[in-house]
């Protein structure tokens, strides 16, 4: 399979956003043009369990040689497969390109941990250095059009004698990833279509830096007298921001989420509040060189044009075909089913804070800056919650023998550690573990677990694979890892986490039991759905707090004791506070995002589409939308969240959905049949069958919006679907 690596100017990470796939009768060997390397970076993988990344030998040295040699040899297998003499099958065309790009693979196993979690100065050199050839890359595979005329001739056969279902599955793919790339157009068009992604792209950047500029040049300076409410440490992290821009003895409240949340939260300075408030959501929107609206405009109209030269009629239609969602009307009835609950929500927390503010003698009505001040005093009074004593009960070690036993529960997964260097690692902190079967013992794959922070380390936590489950080949076994950034504790002490950290550790070992279970032939369908391939590690943090796990695992570090269930309620009833605001707030972005692309994009204003749009949906006024428009870089930045921000709702009612089957079920979150039904239907098959067809299979029905309302603490009316 060839991954196409397209580098994200934002996050300069790793995604693969295009995976396009492979033939059985056409050994590679008969082909002159095979060719072979000796740079490790592209060997396969050797050693124990199938293979194994030589994480002992990688360096930054081989990465340009390995990156350019690798494209070359991916390239010529492609051209291989283009210039077959043969007619085009399944087999020479499609199977062929699953297999393509081996050598290439593996390197990017290592790119990956180079880039993520050692990376380097000299590694950025060679990094920046490669970032336009991998999209040099891309463009000659998407582009290549004997290739996609053989994949179209093979994908039109297929309409009258149709292929095996997976195998339909990886065809139908392939085909809708050139064709949604303007394969299908003729040379006309396609020129236009190449010169509408040239202009988007510099105005993506454009926007971006316009951003940025706002982010940059909107500084508060506080004086020492204006600290009132702050922590110490944001004190601290504010007095050394104003000394690195030269305004020693002050505290600076920069323009970036992570300032103004903690400010607008804590600050008694009402008037500051308002300040630090306004430059935040003005970015982007300040009337001058920086401003975006025209440039959005821009956007709009060329996405329009560049989706109507293949015969959509808007951007949202062309995004959302191979999404679960399928259509922009399905995004749409889901929204506006939850939002008169949300801004119903905000009515009740906005008299509550209200009532707040008037107690406390302040003589206010209720303005944006100050919702975020007040619900916390709202918080504070009713969900009193000590996250210290909450992190006695949450070990590491325990979380991570937690997670192993779920995986037994529901997987029938055994974990085994692997001792010290017999898999080579890239980090002496890097764990290892075998998984299994529990019954027959069969070898599923390995677990590597990087647990701590260091230098070089992006932020965060994430999963990856080394290597992904596929059999067309014969069988591959998966190699999967997850990566967090706790602060590695003193020799022979406890690592204690917060409740939030915890759900994310699980989060993640979620995504790697995904990988686990796939039992799919072909790796094109080891790829994910956006919109649902967060479904799966997001019900998985629904285990942290059964009974099974709270009561083996969640102990206290010093007396063994398990959490007391009041504690575990107060954290359950606290996830529920405050849902008004934020429901609201991701709401109007992801409704706004909508509309603006459905929207004729002929002489918009886009300031005036926000405020109308926003008038009409009676959009609660103490409250902005988490991303305005002019700022809004999920959409306008790139494309990857374009028409596309509605998705991490679509994914939170199917966690809130299939959560409920374990409620009801007999044996609940460890019902045998209903976990034989989780792995059966909506783990294994990943990306081999259609998401909203394997939900049903799971729940019986679709998924019902109500779920979410009840998790969110919203009423449930009758009438909603
Ligand atoms: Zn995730």
Known sequence: ???????????????????????????????????????????????????????????????KDAAETGMEMSLKEIDAIANNSEPPTFENTIVALERAGKALNNFFSYYGIMSSNMSSPEFREVQAELAPKFSEYSSKIS???KLFQRVKSVYEASQNSPLEDDQQRVLDLTYKGFEMN??????????????????????????????????????????????????????????????????????????????????LTYSTERELRKKVWENYYSRGDNGD???????????????????????????????????????????????????????????????????????????????????????????????DLDSDEVKQYLQLDKLTEAMFYVAGRLFNYNFTPIPEGEVPVFHEDVKVWEVTDKDSDEHIGLWYLDPYARQGKRSGAWATTYRSHTTFDGKETVLASNNSNFVKPAEGEALLVSWDDATTFF?????????????????????????????????????????????????????GEPIPAKLVEKIKKASTF????????????????????????????????????????????????????PHFGHVFSGEGYATAYYGYMWADVLTADAAEAFVEAPGGFYDENLAEKLVKYLFAPRNSMDPAEAYKLFRGRDAKMEALMRDRGFPVTEDVN
């Open 1 to 63: 399979m060839i991954r196409l690596l397209i580098q994200s100017s934002k996050l300069l990470s790793l995604s693969l956003l295009i995976l396009i796939t492979g033939c059985k009768d056409e050994p590679k060997e008969e082909n002159e043009m095979a060719m072979t390397t000796d740079n490790v970076l592209l060997q396969d993988y050797e050693g124990p369990y199938g293979g194994v990344p030589a994480f002992d030998k990688m360096s930054v040295e081989d990465v």
């Open 578 to 629: 405050n849902q008004g605001f934020s429901t609201t707030e991701y709401l109007a972005s992801a409704l706004i995002d909508m509309k603006l692309h459905l929207a004729d994009p002929e002489n918009i204003d886009v300031d005036k589409f926000e405020r109308e749009t926003l008038a009409e949906l009676n959009m609660p006024k103490e409250l902005p939308m988490r991303h305005r428009t």
């Open 182 to 263: 303007g394969a299908n157009l003729d040379e006309e068009k396609k020129k236009r279509y190449a010169e509408i992604n040239k202009e988007l792209s510099s105005l993506y950047t454009d926007f971006s830096n316009n951003v940025l500029h706002d982010e940059e040049n909107y500084v508060t300076y506080l004086t020492e007298d204006q600290l009132d409410g702050l922590s110490e440490g944001f004190i601290k992290s504010a007095a050394s921001l104003a000394k690195e821009k030269g305004e020693e003895g002050k505290y600076a409240i920069v323009n970036t989420r992570s300032s103004m949340d903690p400010f």
């Open 507 to 559: 989060h993640e070992f979620g995504h790697a039991l995904h990988f686990f279970s796939s039992e799919v032939r072909y790796p094109t369908l080891n790829g994910g759905v956006r919109d649902y391939t967060e479904f799966q590690s997001q019900l998985l943090e629904r285990w942290l707090s059964t009974d099974e796990v709270i009561n083996q695992f969640l102990v206290h570090n010093e007396t």
């Open 289 to 383: 060189e920086y401003d975006n609206n025209e440039i959005i405009a821009k956007i709009l109209k060329l996405r329009k044009e560049r989706v109507g030269l293949m015969g959509y009629d808007n951007y949202a239609e062309w995004r959302l075909q191979d999404r679960m969602a399928k259509n922009p009307e399905n995004a749409m009835e889901l929204m506006m089913a939850v939002w008169p609950a949300a801004i119903a929500r905000v009515k009740e927390e906005v008299a509550d804070i209200q009532a707040v503010a008037d107690a406390n003698g302040d003589n206010i009505t209720i303005e944006p800056w100050d919702y975020r001040y007040y619900a916390e005093k709202v918080r504070q009074a009713k969900y």
């Open 143 to 145: 582009q290549n059009k």
